[in-house]
């Protein structure tokens, strides 16, 4: 088992930037942010392998945000920068045990909010 806790949310004005952070109890092959808004469907954003620290990113997301990960500490970072109206919602660390866990994580935090307003 796996936990994890995400920190950094906040309200921020478009263009802005934020960084979140989300802090793993142990290793994982894959991990990953995801995003849920109000009334639409969880959206992968990013995702980052521990062992070749290849990345994917949203269509949505590409070139604003970028994706690390600190394996010595465990820890998972999401850049974001130039923000959206769009880019409101709940942001969800997850990690998964294998790279399908990229997109099919097994393991997820609790959540934290990004507001974003004009």
């Known amino acids: 088992q796996v936990q994890l806790v995400e920190s950094g949310g906040g309200s921020v004005q478009a263009g802005g930037s934020l960084r979140l952070s989300c802090v793993a109890s142990?290793?994982?092959?894959?991990m990953s942010w995801f995003r849920q808004a109000p009334g639409k469907e969880r959206e992968r954003v990013a995702s980052?392998?521990?062992?070749?620290?290849?990345?994917y990113y949203a269509d949505s997301v590409k070139g604003r945000f970028t994706v690390s990960r600190d394996n010595a500490k465990n820890t998972l970072y999401l850049q974001m920068n130039s923000l959206k109206d769009e880019d409101t919602a709940m942001y969800y660390c997850a990690a998964g045990r294998d790279l399908m866990g990229c997109w099919n994580a097994q393991y997820w935090g609790q959540g934290t909010q990004v507001t974003v307003f004009s």
């Open positions: 980052i392998s521990t062992a070749s620290s290849s990345t």
């Open positions: 142990s290793s994982s092959v894959c």
